[in-house]
Nanobody, 125 residues
């Protein structure tokens, strides 16, 4: 069983930056497609970004494109989400996810096999 652990969330003012990290416990994830999702109170979980194993392909939701950057360092067994120019509407619990079946799992939640517990990001206006 793979456990994903997110870190790096917190409270930040609008326009600020945060970097989230995600690392699996007990397994290396170099052959997993990975992604970030978020869920705001009262809303469904939504796709943020995804990265293929090997890191060559990345894909973002329109709402974060140009502000967020997804990356991975397989040597450190860690994935990141650099979030810049944060807006109050980015406030949500952010989840990392891993797919053992898809090199590039994309924005489709059922493509992912493992999920982290989430980390809270709050952007104040």
């Amino acid at each position: 069983q793979v456990q994903l652990v997110e870190s790096g969330g917190g409270l930040v003012q609008a326009g600020g930056s945060l970097r989230l990290s995600c690392a699996p416990s007990g397994r290396t994830f170099s052959s997993y497609g990975m992604g970030w999702f978020r869920q705001a109170p009262g809303k469904e979980r939504e796709f943020v970004a995804t990265i293929a194993w090997g890191g060559g392909s990345k894909y973002y939701s329109d709402s974060v494109k140009g502000r967020f950057t997804i990356s991975r360092e397989d040597a450190k067994n860690t994935m990141y989400l650099q979030m810049n120019s944060l807006k109050p509407e980015d406030t949500a619990v952010y989840y990392c996810a891993a797919s053992t079946r898809y090199r590039m799992p994309g924005n489709y939640i059922p493509n992912y096999d493992y999920w982290g517990q989430g980390t809270q990001v709050t952007v104040s206006s």
